[in-house]
C-alpha cells in the first residue's frame, strides 16, 4: 500500500480531512473521517501515477457514514476543494453533505451540470436556515457558466465565510455571493463523493481526487493548482 503524507502545498491550520486516495480512501490527516467506497475503482491520477485517484461509473460513490461526519456538522466558516476529470453531460454531484434517503440535513453541494437547461453549468450550494429539513430553504449557491466537461482536470474550491460565498475554479476567483447569515445550518448528515440524495442521485461518472475540508475560509493564496 502506498505511503499518504500531505504535501508541502496543503494549508494545515484548520484542515479537517483530506482524501489524496492513494490507494485507498482513507483521511490522511489522522482525523478519522475514513471513506467507505461502492464501486470506484482506483486509477491513474492528475500526475499519471497509478492507483492515486478513483474512477467513478454510473452507480459508484465513497460514503463517510452519519457517524464519521459528525465531526464536519459545525464547523461554522469551512471550505472543500476538489479535483475532478469527465466527460459527463448530465448532473454530477461532486460531493454533497446531507443524507442520501431524504436530503435530511442539508449543508453544502458541489453539483456540474446542474439540470438539463443549464447544461455544463456547475454550482456550490450551501443551505441556511434550513432546520435541517429538506425543502425547507432553498439553496444559496455561486452559480458558474462554464463548461468542465472537456476530459481535463479541474480544480473546484468552495468556501464559506461569515459575510460571502466564495466560488474559485482552477485557482481563480470565479464567483462571489453574499452569506444570507453568518452561519450556515448546522445539521447531523452524511457526506457523499460522487452522488447526492436518492430523488435526484446525479451520479458522477469521471476521475475524482485530492478532496480536501478546511474549518475556515481558505483565501487564494491557500488555494494551489
Known amino acids: ?19 489524496m486516495f492513494n490507494g485507498n480512501a482513507n483521511d490522511i490527516t489522522g482525523n478519522g473521517f475514513n ?20 474512477n467513478f461509473t454510473l452507480g459508484n460513490y465513497i460514503n463517510l457514514p452519519q457517524a464519521i461526519a459528525a ?7 469551512a471550505s472543500i476543494n ?39 453549468y456547475n454550482h456550490f450550494g450551501v443551505k441556511y436556515n434550513s432546520n435541517c429539513v429538506a425543502m425547507t430553504s432553498l439553496w444559496t449557491e455561486c452559480v458558474s457558466n462554464l463548461y468542465l466537461n472537456d476530459n ?8 464559506i465565510s461569515s459575510t460571502n460565498l466564495y466560488y474559485y475554479i482552477d485557482g481563480v476567483l470565479s464567483v462571489t455571493t453574499p452569506a444570507p447569515s453568518p452561519t450556515y445550518s448546522v445539521c447531523s448528515s452524511e457526506m457523499n463523493i460522487g452522488k447526492a440524495w436518492s430523488y435526484d442521485p446525479s451520479y458522477f461518472e469521471g476521475k475524482i481526487d485530492d478532496v480536501g475540508i478546511w474549518n ?5 493564496s491557500l488555494i494551489h493548482i
Open 82 to 120: 476538489i479535483w475532478f476529470k469527465t466527460t459527463a453531460i448530465a448532473g454530477s454531484n461532486l460531493i454533497y453533505k446531507g443524507n442520501y434517503a431524504d436530503a435530511y440535513g442539508e449543508q453544502f453541494s458541489i453539483h456540474l451540470n446542474a439540470g438539463v437547461s443549464n447544461n455544463g
Open 1 to 19: 500500500m502506498q505511503a499518504q503524507t500531505i504535501p508541502n502545498y496543503v494549508p494545515l491550520a484548520g484542515l479537517k480531512c483530506l482524501w
Open 216 to 220: 475556515r475560509p481558505l483565501t487564494l
Open 35 to 54: 471513506g467507505v467506497v461502492y464501486g470506484a475503482q482506483l486509477t491513474t491520477d492528475r500526475f499519471g501515477m497509478p492507483n492515486s485517484a478513483y
Open 152 to 159: 481535463n482536470w479541474h480544480m473546484l474550491t468552495g468556501v
Open 71 to 77: 465531526g464536519l456538522n459545525n464547523m461554522g466558516n
